[in-house]
T-cell receptor, first 113, second 112 residues
Framework: EAQVTQNPRYLITVTGKKLTVTCSQNMNHEYMSWYRQDPGLGLRQIYYSMNVEVTDKGDVPEGYKVSRKEKRNFPLILESPSPNQTSLYFC????????????FGPGTRLTVT | AQSVAQPEDQVNVAEGNPLTVKCTYSVSGNPYLFWYVQYPNRGLQFLLKYITGDNLVKGSYGFEAEFNKSQTSFHLKKPSALVSDSALYFCAGAERGNQFYFGTGTSLTVIP
């Protein structure tokens, strides 16, 4: 089944403790992206990657890191999480071309205390 | 700056009535516009998109959207709403560089 998977689905952590949210897709998509969803703000793009070893900042990259060492994986790293990073995070992937639709993972709900 | 706006946080409609969820955009050049739906505790699912050509775009589950360049709008429509259409709807725009802009979302409730 074609899908985007994220792990973990739920995470509660404390301020400053480094964490990684994994994202994997099995559709051989070149493009992958991370978003955060907050009430009243919709989805905001954090980082995106147009291919292996190519990443770019989205609208809200501060406090996040990403890497794209393999085509199928695009982990999101929070080196020192803070409470304002409490949010619902989505990974997405698609084929190349801005006109192509994205396939979204199920989401990761992160709480930073 | 590129942006997409959804002016209504909440839309209520009776089952069987037509529904409209509004979206306006500010994207330079020729916009690529999308509608996604989010059901509770799920990721977003693609509904339809406008690339170029016909201003009326048909998508999944009987939804359609009308692209209006003069009004910079891309409203989502359905002739007859179902209770199962109740969900959160997002409009999104993209520019050539593959950066995406989402609206704040509209919660649609279809009343039986």
């Amino acid at each position: 089944e074609a899908q985007v998977t994220q792990n973990p689905r739920y995470l509660i952590t404390v301020t400053g403790k480094k964490l990684t949210v994994t994202c994997s897709q099995n559709m051989n998509h070149e493009y992958m992206s991370w978003y955060r969803q907050d009430p009243g703000l919709g989805l905001r793009q954090i980082y995106y990657s147009m291919n292996v070893e190519v990443t770019d900042k989205g609208d809200v990259p501060e406090g996040y890191k990403v890497s794209r060492k393999e085509k199928r994986n695009f982990p999101l790293i929070l080196e020192s999480p803070s409470p304002n990073q409490t949010s619902l995070y989505f990974c997405a992937s698609k084929t190349q071309g801005a006109w192509n639709e994205q396939y979204f993972g199920p989401g990761t709900r992160l709480t930073v205390t | 700056a590129q942006s997409v706006a959804q002016p209504e946080d909440q839309v209520n409609v009776a089952e069987g009535n037509p529904l409209t969820v509004k979206c306006t955009y500010s994207v330079s050049g020729n916009p690529y516009l999308f509608w996604y739906v989010q059901y509770p505790n799920r990721g977003l699912q693609f509904l339809l998109k406008y690339i170029t050509g016909d201003n009326l775009v048909k998508g999944s589950y009987g939804f359609e959207a009308e692209f209006n360049k003069s009004q910079t709008s891309f409203h989502l429509k359905k002739p007859s709403a179902l209770v199962s259409d109740s969900a959160l709807y997002f409009c999104a725009g993209a520019e050539r560089g593959n950066q995406f802009y989402f609206g704040t979302g509209t919660s649609l409730t279809v009343i039986p």
